[in-house]
């Protein structure tokens, strides 16, 4: 039984004149997201839209007098799903860490302490753009690459500067009771933080606590649902801080075992290196491996569980 093609590819020539063509061609690949996998050729992940988009590339080079075609593929030569996947990541990875230091740099520019309403007006034209710019980025990051997550964190707490933040709710078992049973809602392709999360969450929140996993940067609301690590989710970054960090305060946790995690999870996702775990190295790379492992949201979650359990017994017993 064939499998089903997961790639759309695009084979072109383009003539070395007129010069403008080339960048042209260039920059409307690198706007869709595509990658190169070699001298002239560019891959996508299947769908509808991707194979509109390829087809419209394929007319403008054959109008500017090239030649183009596209076809789908099970597989792409020399490369494994995992490394294509791996190549979409790296291109985005690289997309979100200049937009993590386009918004570190706009941070710094806000000061300390309370804001004139002179400072807030001058940063919402720049805030709106980082805005506009990582929505852009998310369109196409078709694999979930993990610095989404930094960048959102910044700019919420870019937000912050702009608009007073919301009280933490009191921590205790009140708030224990209102999310007990709940589905907590997260983007797909957990990482380092989500995955963190989730071990968190049914582990000292709510052995009950289901998960559901959705595209896009910011799943809207639904009764009965709890998002954590998403845009205007419930339970998010906060300030400088990650989520597990944000769920450790708003839950009322203190754990010094816990609060090490908190660390090592902090220094790993925002890539700001606050705390300087000696662990971090280690740790982000058996997640980004249990990320390879598996493509299913559940799995991640289930192995970077035992991960987080080990790690949580280890400092019980040693210390911080």
């Keep these: 039984m064939a499998t089903e093609a997961r790639w759309l590819v695009l084979i072109h020539q383009i003539p070395p004149k007129p010069s403008y063509l080339r960048v042209k061609i260039g920059r409307r690949l690198q706007g869709l997201g595509a990658v190169p996998v070699k001298n002239s050729v560019y891959v996508l992940p299947r769908g509808e839209q991707a194979l509109e988009d390829f087809q419209w590339v394929r007319n403008e080079i054959v109008e500017g007098g ?26 985005r990875e690289a997309d979100y860490d200049k ?46 690459a993990p610095g989404r997550a930094t960048v959102e964190g910044l700019l919420a707490s870019l937000d912050s500067a702009l608009n007073p933040p919301r009280p933490d709710a009191p921590p205790g078992s009140d708030l224990l009771g209102e999310v007990a049973g709940r589905t907590w809602v997260t983007r797909a392709g957990v990482h380092i933080d989500r995955i963190a999360s989730a071990w ?80 971090a190295t280690g740790v982000d790379r ?26 949580y017994e280890f400092f019980k017993r040693k210390g911080p």
């Design 66 to 91: 090239g030649d183009a075609s596209v076809c789908e593929a099970r597989f792409v030569e020399g490369l494994s799903d995992v490394s294509v996947e791996a190549l979409f990541n790296t291109v």
């Design 286 to 311: 058996l997640v980004a491996g249990i990320a390879m492992r598996h493509s299913n949201d559940e799995a991640r979650i289930e192995d970077g569980s035992a991960l987080f359990e080990a790690l």
């Design 200 to 279: 968190l969450i049914r582990r000292f929140i709510d052995p009950r606590a289901g998960f559901r996993f959705v595209g896009g940067a910011a799943p809207p609301p639904v009764e009965g649902e709890l998002r954590f690590d998403t845009f205007e989710g419930e339970f998010t970054h906060e300030g400088d801080s990650c989520t597990f960090e944000v769920l450790l305060r708003r839950f009322g946790i203190r754990d010094r075992a816990l609060a090490s995690i908190a660390e090592i999870v902090h220094d790993i996702d925002l890539k700001d290196g606050k705390f300087q775990r000696p662990e």
């Design 99 to 144: 937009l993590a230091r386009d918004a570190r740099a706009l941070q710094a520019k806000t000061g300390k302490g309370q804001r004139s309403k002179k400072t807030r007006e001058a940063l919402e034209g720049p805030l709106l753009r980082l805005r506009k710019r990582l929505a852009e980025t998310t369109e196409i990051d078709f694999f979930g």
